[in-house]
Each structure stands twice: as structure tokens, then as C-alpha cells.
């Protein structure tokens, strides 16, 4: 069975870029089409930051965008700010099992 | 305004059957291919995807977990409600509901989720 890794932790200063990876364990991932990337902060709903792998759902900043190579996709934030502090969970929908894998998530800190 | 909450016991007993109710505004679920997902978080754990159900009644479940799942809509009423059989401690999370749409694989708004409790 697939698993999505993160890195368990990220930090920035603010203006910076950083990039967070998710790499799936097994080559059973359908191609890597259907990657998105939430951002949570506790105690709030999470939200859609990245859909598709790099698009962009409406009202997200310019700043967030993703990508894939292979079996990893990428989400990168650039010119960091305070409120992207939060935690960041990758998703795979695997079409070989017909489910939707997250990853383990990444706590973004901005110093 | 799209809105999702979700409902329920904060705290069940061991072998109790949990049942969770998403209750949504701003749409219906008798638009195509419109769907809701249930997903659950364990405190200090990764996000864990449960189920789903479209517009058509059509569902999935989480390979690890449907046979203790039960995913049901009320259109009438603009519910989801999700039942669990045979609670157990590692069953403790925020079980969270969301919007998705069909054939698209991601969540583009989310409740903020209820915590649920296990004790023994």
C-alpha cells in the first residue's frame, strides 16, 4: 500500500521561500495527477492551497505553487509571511485502491 | 457563503457506534456531481480520509475502515450523517466534513471539525 511522506517540520524568515516535499512510497500513484495541498491551522477548517497538482483554487495567493517530479510533488511558498505559519498535508487519490491518501503533514514555521 | 458543520458525541464508550452528522449551507446535494467527504485527524496525527457520497448516492470507503463505515445524506435536510461501529481508543479525533465534486480528488471547503473522544 502507498504512503505519502513529508518532512515532519519546514522554517522560513519572512520574505523567504520554501518548498515542502510529499513522495509517495510506492510507484502505484496513477501518474501523480490528483495532488493537492491544504493548509491548517489549528482549531480552524483547513483549506484547498494547491488542486491538481499546481493550480490554484480562487482567492489562494500567488504565492503557493505546486509541482511534481516522479513520484514527488512540491508545494512552494514564496515571500513567506507570518500567517503561512500552520501545518501543510499533501493528498494523493490513488486510482488502484480508489481512496485518498494524505501525507503525514509538515509544520511550517516562520522565524 | 458555503458552510459545513459537523455534530455529535464528544465522547463514546468502547464498542459504542459513533454517529456524526455533517450539516452544509450554500448547496445541495442534489446537484451534480456535488459530493461530501468525511476525513478524521488523531491528536498530534497525519489526516485520515474515510468516506464519501455523492449527489447520486453513489459512496467509497476507506479500504482500511468500510466495513465499520457507514456514510448516508438527507437532502431534505442538508446532512450527511456518518456512522462508526465498534469505537476504539485510536478512533479519538477530529472527524471533519468537507465539499468535494466529482471526479475531482480534492476538498474545497471544510467544517471545523468535532473531537471525538474514546475512553475505555
Known amino acids: 500500500q502507498s504512503a505519502l511522506t513529508q518532512p515532519a517540520s519546514v522554517s522560513g524568515s519572512p520574505g523567504q521561500s520554501i518548498t515542502i516535499s510529499c513522495t509517495a512510497t510506492?510507484?502505484?500513484?496513477?501518474?501523480?495527477?490528483?495532488v493537492s495541498w491544504y493548509q491548517h491551522h489549528a482549531g480552524k477548517a483547513p483549506k484547498v492551497m494547491i488542486y491538481d497538482v499546481s493550480y490554484r483554487p480562487s482567492g489562494v495567493s500567488d504565492r503557493f505553487s505546486g509541482s511534481k517530479s516522479g513520484n514527488t510533488a512540491s508545494l512552494t511558498i514564496s515571500g513567506l509571511q507570518a500567517e503561512d505559519e500552520a501545518d501543510y498535508y499533501c493528498?494523493?487519490?490513488?486510482?488502484?485502491?480508489?481512496?485518498?491518501?494524505f501525507g503525514g503533514g509538515t509544520k511550517l514555521t516562520v522565524l | 457563503q458555503i458552510t459545513l458543520t459537523e455534530s455529535g458525541p464528544a465522547l463514546v464508550k468502547v464498542t459504542q457506534t459513533l454517529t456524526l452528522t455533517c450539516t452544509f449551507s450554500?448547496?445541495?446535494?442534489?446537484?451534480?456531481?456535488?459530493?461530501v467527504v468525511w476525513i478524521r485527524q488523531p491528536p498530534g496525527k497525519a489526516l485520515e480520509w474515510l468516506a464519501i457520497i455523492y449527489w447520486n448516492d453513489d459512496k467509497r470507503y476507506s479500504p482500511s475502515l468500510k466495513n465499520r463505515l457507514i456514510v448516508t445524506k438527507d437532502t431534505s435536510k442538508n446532512q450527511v450523517v456518518l456512522t462508526v461501529t465498534n469505537m476504539d481508543p485510536v478512533d479519538t479525533a477530529t472527524y471533519f466534513c468537507?465539499?468535494?465534486?466529482?471526479?475531482?480528488?480534492?476538498?474545497?471547503?471544510w467544517g471545523r471539525g468535532t473531537l471525538v473522544t474514546v475512553s475505555s
Open positions: 468537507a465539499k468535494t465534486n466529482w471526479g475531482s480528488w480534492y476538498f474545497d471547503l
Open positions: 450554500g448547496f445541495s446535494l442534489t446537484t451534480n456531481e456535488v459530493g
Open positions: 493528498s494523493l487519490y490513488t486510482s488502484s485502491n480508489d481512496y485518498v491518501l
Open positions: 510506492s510507484s502505484d500513484v496513477g501518474g501523480f495527477t490528483y
